[in-house]
C-alpha cells in the first residue's frame, strides 16, 4: 500500500502518472554522469571560453592558464560526453560547444549562482 502524505492529497492517477513519466534507470544513470562533467572547475572554465568563441587548444591553454596537454585531456572527456564538438583545418582542432543546450545550461547555472549573490 501506497503512503500519502499528509500535507497534500494527490490522487493515486496523478501519482501513477508523475511515477509513469519517470526516465528510465539508465537515462538517470546518463543524466548523472553527465552532470559529474560539470563538477569540475577545469571543464567550466573551458566551457566558459568556448561558449565565447570556437578555438584551439592552444588558445584555450593560454586562457585558462592550463598546459596544452591538460586541456587536451578535459576536452576528450567533455567530447566523450558531447559537449564540445571539433573540427579540423590543416592542422589546427578548433573546439566549440556542442550545441545551444550547453550554453543554456551553462549560462543558466551561472545566472542561478551569481543570484545568490
Request: with cysteine; proline share 3%.
Amino acid at each position: 500500500m501506497k503512503e500519502q502524505c499528509l500535507c497534500k492529497l494527490i490522487s493515486p492517477e496523478e501519482i501513477d502518472k508523475i511515477q509513469k513519466d519517470l526516465p528510465d534507470a539508465e537515462t538517470i544513470s546518463d543524466m548523472a554522469e553527465f552532470f559529474k562533467v560539470f563538477g569540475d572547475s577545469s571543464r567550466l572554465t573551458l566551457i566558459y571560453y568556448l561558449s565565447r568563441a570556437e578555438l584551439c587548444v592552444a588558445d584555450l591553454a593560454a586562457l585558462a592558464g592550463m598546459s596544452p596537454s591538460a586541456v587536451s585531456h578535459q576536452l576528450k572527456t567533455l567530447r566523450l560526453m558531447r559537449l564540445v564538438k571539433n573540427r579540423k583545418e590543416g592542422t589546427v582542432v578548433y573546439y566549440s560547444l556542442d550545441d545551444s543546450h550547453i550554453d543554456s545550461l551553462f549560462k543558466d547555472a551561472l545566472e542561478h549562482i551569481l543570484e545568490e549573490k
